[in-house]
């Protein structure tokens, strides 16, 4: 029970700006089920975007307007951490082919031309497909469910034979910490929340296939900054959930 405990309490802390207290213990195991445990932690987020959801409804706010909330809501929920990752990464893959400079310019160097548009591109795309997404009648609790999933690829992201790029971090302790069963049992628990998701809309079809997307392009992003940098960092795993969350949305949009 101490174990589930504190992974609980380091998921909540690190992932949402919710205040809990400190775990009184943080190892590889508990970073690990940390990970896996994402999507449950996350259930806050969820619910406050599922609530702007039903208010804008209730108060006819236009879809594109609602988006925005949304994305508002979350960031505003996660202390913007998993856009800081995405700007960074963005950066550091862009700066420099050292690996030494690269690490450099993601964890001290201010947001550059790189993460600037890879930020304005990410929200736009989340917006876009949330604009669509809102108009449905399920939308509310259909949103909270891809807010969840898109949590679910940080066991992905953080599977044991991943390397972390530098030894300190935010990251360090959880890259490389989840068993590979439990990175396909959280993978496994992914498809069984988006197909959900996609009945909400009439087929989970587009949403599973947006799925096996996401799975692709998470991996590639993680090849990329293996060969980049010599591993990932904390600002990569941020990278993955908006990169994530922008796939599962886009993918409902289509269905």
């Known amino acids: 029970m101490s174990l589930l405990r504190d992974a609980s309490l380091l998921a909540t802390g690190t992932l949402t700006a919710v205040r809990v207290p400190p775990p009184s213990h943080v190892d590889r195991s508990v970073a690990g089920l940390a990970m896996v445990l994402a999507p449950l932690a996350v259930l806050p987020l969820a619910g406050a975007a599922a609530l702007v959801v039903l208010v804008a409804g ?50 001290t160097g201010p947001v550059g031309p790189a993460g600037v548009v890879a930020v304005v591109l990410v929200t736009g795309l989340q917006a876009a497909g949330l604009s669509t997404v809102v108009r449905h009648d399920q939308a509310w609790w259909v949103v909270a469910l891809l807010v969840c999933a898109s949590r679910s690829v940080l066991a992905l992201a953080c599977v044991r034979g991943v390397p972390a790029a530098r030894t300190d971090g935010l990251g360090a302790v959880h890259i490389g910490a989840v068993p590979v069963v439990a990175a396909v049992g959280s993978l496994g628990a992914s498809v069984v929340t988006v197909a959900l998701a996609g009945v909400g809309l009439g087929s989970p ?34 990278a993955v959930v908006e990169v994530s969350f922008a796939v599962l949305v886009l993918a409902a949009a289509a269905g």
């Open 58 to 107: 209730w108060i006819d706010l236009p879809p594109l307007a609602t988006a925005y909330v949304v994305v508002l809501v979350l960031a505003l929920g996660t202390r913007a951490l998993h856009w800081d990752g995405l700007a960074d990464t963005a950066d550091g893959l862009t700066a420099s082919y050292s690996p030494a400079r690269s690490l450099e310019v993601m964890r």
């Open 205 to 238: 079809w587009p949403l599973l296939i947006g799925l096996v997307v996401l799975v692709a392009a998470v991996v590639a992003l993680l090849m990329r900054c293996v060969r980049r940098l010599g591993g990932i960092t904390g600002d990569v795993l941020g």
